[in-house]
């Protein structure tokens, strides 16, 4: 059972790495690339976070603007310690914490941006059923769509090797309509 669970853990953090900036950092010689991409995000990530300043709530959203401010906060000092960085400073901080560790601490300003998201929309509607029902409805996109592609490469893999039966004539592919046998009655069987 610890196999099992280690081994879920390890796939999980490998499709969540896969989200983030990890490849990049990893392929990078120079981290010119790197300080680029994390300045945009970083900054896009900034400016989402004041979007929510913007927002009326009913009962004046006191939780969901204290959220906001909190990950603001965060947003803003990682992007002054970070993004004002040189690339071969930058790259010596990340090869210091490793990889994967500076990956998800980036990561964690898009998990902010979630968490504020979830509690606008609880302190929006009325019940908390409510809520759940237009959280999950607004996760089926990023739910759905990866399940459905990791289906797809499991059920139809793109390295299939056709088999004689497929209608494979001297090691090219006969396109041609298998033939039915028919019955007594003259239908295809």
Known sequence: MLAFSQEAV????RYLLQLTLYDVMRSSHDFE???????ERT???IEALRSFFTIRFADEG?????CAFLWLVIAESMHLHYGRLAPHELKDRVENMGYATFAILIATLDLGIVVIRVAGIFTMSGSPGLAMCLILFSAVPSIVLPLLLHLTKIFWPRNRQPTAEQGEIGGELNFRAPQ?????DGMPR
């Open 43 to 45: 900054n896009w990530t």
């Open 62 to 66: 006191h939780f969901v603007t204290l």
């Open 180 to 184: 039915l046998e028919q019955g007594n």
């Open 33 to 39: 690339d790197v300080k680029a991409d994390l300045n």
């Open 10 to 13: 390890k796939k999980v953090t």
